[in-house]
């Protein structure tokens, strides 16, 4: 039998939060999990000047393809809520019962789209609305397929969350181990 490889989709847009990203496309990669960062420009920087190259067409990836959808946050995110080519693929995504990980502003996106209602979620706390879900002012919150971060001070737990969840605990635990990661 032939083992899947993971596969996660990330999506950035001018002046995503770097921390937010990079962080965790480090660290997933370094799990070894398949990682496709799409952007609407090949060449796209975020909020503090990081410039990230060579990005993937957002409007030739084949989203379907994908095990889990990531979504840093950053002033990005309002591209993020009004891109209907981003909505069809969160609705993609939460209809088939894929991974959506989003962080700081970004899982606001999810909640004005009405997905985290009935949810537990974290989000930036300022941005927090009432989305019909539950707000738990923790770091990382996991609700089923949902994942969440609180900041950026946080992208590591969120894609320890990530990484645990997609390939589990005993890859995370390698690849911890190989950054020296100490609990």
């Not at 001018?14 to 060449?43: M, W």
């Not at 693929?89 to 970004?106: D, R, T």
């Not at 994942?147 to 969840?165: H, V």
């Amino acid at each position: 039998m032939i083992e899947h490889t993971m596969k996660a989709l990330a999506l950035i847009f001018e002046g995503f939060e770097e921390l937010e990203a990079v962080a965790p496309f480090a660290l997933l990669r370094r799990a070894e999990i398949d990682l496709t960062i799409a952007s609407n420009q090949k060449t796209t920087k975020g909020c503090h000047n990081i410039v990230l190259t060579d990005l993937e067409d957002i409007q030739s990836v084949d989203y379907t393809a994908y095990d889990c959808l990531i979504l840093p946050g950053g002033p990005h995110y309002l591209y993020l809520q009004s891109s209907d080519l981003v909505h069809k693929i969160v609705n993609y995504f939460i209809e088939n019962h894929k991974i959506i990980a989003a962080i700081c502003a970004a899982p606001t996106v999810l909640g004005k789209w009405g997905y985290l209602k009935d949810k537990h979620y974290t989000c930036f706390t300022s941005l927090n609305q009432q989305f019909g879900g539950i707000y738990e002012p923790k770091g990382v919150v996991i609700d089923d397929t949902i994942i969440t971060a609180k900041s950026a001070a946080y992208a590591i737990d969120f894609a320890y969350a990530i990484i645990e969840r997609t390939v589990g605990k005993q890859r995370l635990e390698s690849m911890q181990k190989r950054i020296y990661y100490e609990k």
